[in-house]
């Protein structure tokens, strides 16, 4: 019995001890190019799809009107695009982030586009609180409700005809656009100032 309670006490003691060894002198999983852990995402997904379902609202407390849509499409290019994508231009890095940030105009299989399948509420909760590790930030302290419903209203409709007001903005590059310019993008360099000419100090008697 005691040879069965040591082992019992040893094998408790070394599952942290072998994860603090492994995490301060191995190579886990830090960098986007490398490797998950194994159901790494599944594990993720598991507590991130049981809070949306207990938490996400079930309707909207405004409709997907025209003038909804287009404050939408204004607050997309301002606080989405740059990962997220326009339309018919794709995020130029957003497959290099990890997970990668879904590019919310391009079609997929069953006339769905981007997010469109998913409830316009799942996508106000994961607006309004963020999703951790994944690059999703908090938008609750930046955009007011209305700002975040009309958002989420517009990618929930992305897989229907829109507005033209709408569609022109989606379409329109943003500023830093790289492909705006052939592919290259202006870069103001600040000149260094002059060196100062350093007098020696006066000779005190």
Known sequence: MKTFLLGLLLGILFIPLASFVY?????????????????EATIVHIPLNARIRAEAPKTAPIEASPINLEGGAHIYRQQCATCHGLYGRPSSFAEHLYPPA?????????????????????????????IRLAGMP???????????????????????????????????PIDYDPQVAGGSVAVQVIPSP????????????
């Open 102 to 130: 879904p590019q919310l105009w391009q079609p997929h299989g069953n006339g769905v586009v981007g997010v469109s399948d998913d409830p316009p509420g799942e996508t106000y909760w994961k607006v309004a609180n963020g």
């Open 138 to 172: 908090s938008f609750n302290k930046v955009l007011n409700q209305t700002e975040m419903w009309q958002v989420s209203l517009l990618v929930a409709n992305a897989d229907k005809t829109l507005p033209a007001q709408v569609l022109d903005l989606l379409k329109k």
């Open 194 to 205: 002059a060196p100062v000419a350093l007098s020696p100090p006066p000779l005190t008697k």
């Open 23 to 39: 995490f301060h002198f191995g190579h886990p999983p830090v960098a986007v190019a490398d490797e998950p852990f194994p159901m």
